[in-house]
């Protein structure tokens, strides 16, 4: 039991010093910027592929229904995750346009 802790907080830590090792390779002054684009490219690749997966075993288990609402619902998260800076100018569009 012990030995996994060790393992685990071992795995973590090789992460977390690759990671910061990735990002501190640019700008100094541009750490957190560079952190964010890191994650966020993390974030698409994964989004990507759990979308992937929960789509076939829609299609395999024939819930068609179920699919059309999971895909409409995956577009709009994905706009958020693939296209944060045009969703952001959208919004603001709306809500001034509401508020006006």
Same mark, same amino acid.
């Given at each position: 039991?012990?030995?996994?802790y060790?393992?685990?907080a071992a795995?973590?830590?090789a992460?977390?010093?690759? /990671?910061?090792? =990735?990002v %501190? #390779?640019?700008n100094?002054?541009?750490?957190?910027r560079?952190? !964010?684009?890191l994650?966020?490219?993390?974030?698409?690749?994964?989004?990507?592929?759990i979308?992937?997966i929960?789509a076939?075993?829609?299609?395999?288990?024939?819930?068609?229904a179920?699919? /059309?609402?999971f =895909?409409? %619902? #995956?577009?709009?998260?994905?706009g958020?995750i693939f296209?944060p !800076?045009?969703?952001?100018?959208?919004?603001?569009?709306?809500w001034?346009t509401?508020?006006?």
């Open positions: 039991m012990r030995s996994k060790l393992w685990t795995t973590a830590f992460a977390w010093s690759w /990671a910061a090792n =990735a %501190a #390779a640019g100094g002054e541009r750490v957190g560079n952190l !964010g684009h994650l966020g490219g993390w974030a698409q690749s994964l989004f990507t592929g979308v992937a929960v076939l075993l829609f299609l395999f288990n024939r819930r068609f179920d699919l /059309a609402i =895909a409409v %619902a #995956a577009i709009v998260v994905g958020f296209a !800076g045009d969703l952001t100018s959208t919004i603001r569009g709306i001034h509401v508020t006006a």
